[in-house]
T-cell receptor, first 116, second 114 residues
Framework: DTEVTQTPKHLVMGMTNKKSLKCEQH?????MYWYKQKAKKPPELMFV???????INESVPSRFSPECPNSSLLNLHLHALQPEDSALYLC???????????????FGQGTRLTVV | SQQGEEDPQALSIQEGENATMNCSYK?????LQWYRQNSGRGLVHLIL?????REKHSGRLRVTLDTSKKSSSLLITASRAADTASYFC??????????????FGQGTRLTINP
């Protein structure tokens, strides 16, 4: 299984809603990532988890709250978002931090989020 | 913050021709990777070149890396309509916690005309 699965594929939410994005991989990878991508722009790194611990937060607003409950699962909790947060949210994983220094990242198909 | 600049931003060629995309970056890197993205969905890894390598091949892909100029190029030979996509370079640095931090360039939108 070389897939990263993201759910839902599409999400429309109001500015007062609370929702969560889910990402799952069963490749035994121990680094997991959230990226945000606006139309016609490159992916921008948001968070990196290394061995289930948050290791990088790229100064992301607190209305985005990541969670890594186990080595296979990564969530992104959303609360009080703004219309400008509408984007494609991509999850990725890569093998073992520290030990695998030159590895590709495996990306999910993304969740297309629209905030109304 | 985005590190890479890609050139050109858009490229349109005839099927069968070769396509060359360039990427420049600003800081030291552990490796540089190229990804393809179709229609704004997930990214697919194409090739990785380490900082101590100068050239790498994979099928119809050829990647070069010049660390003195902080630049890389991706060559796709004998292009096909299915190669139509956006192509991104991504520089990789290791964080203190050991995870690889990938930062993407602006991307090149490649269109292959039949």
């Amino acid at each position: 299984d070389t897939e990263v699965t993201q759910t839902p594929k599409h999400l429309v939410m109001g500015m007062t809603n609370k929702k969560s994005l889910k990402c799952e991989q069963h490749m035994g990878h121990r680094a997991m990532y959230w990226y945000k991508q606006k139309a016609k722009k490159p992916p921008e790194l948001m968070f990196v988890y290394s061995y289930e611990k948050l290791s990088i937060n790229e100064s992301v607003p607190s209305r985005f709250s990541p969670e890594c409950p186990n080595s296979s699962l990564l969530n992104l909790h959303l609360h009080a978002l703004q219309p400008e947060d509408s984007a494609l949210y991509l999850c990725a994983s890569s093998p073992r931090p520290y030990r695998d220094r030159n590895t590709e990242a495996f990306f999910g198909q993304g969740t297309r989020l629209t905030v109304v | 913050s985005q590190q890479g600049e890609e050139d050109p931003q858009a490229l349109s060629i005839q099927e069968g021709e070769n396509a060359t995309m360039n990427c420049s970056y600003k800081t030291s890197i552990n490796n540089l990777q190229w990804y393809r993205q179709n229609s704004g969905r997930g990214l697919v890894h194409l090739i990785l070149i380490r900082s101590n390598e100068r050239e790498k091949h994979s099928g119809r892909l050829r990647v070069t890396l010049d660390t003195s100029k902080k630049s890389s190029s991706l060559l796709i030979t004998a292009s096909r309509a299915a190669d139509t996509a956006s192509y991104f370079c991504a520089t990789a640095r290791l964080s203190i916690q050991g995870a690889q931090k990938l930062v993407f360039g602006q991307g090149t939108r490649l269109t292959i005309n039949p």
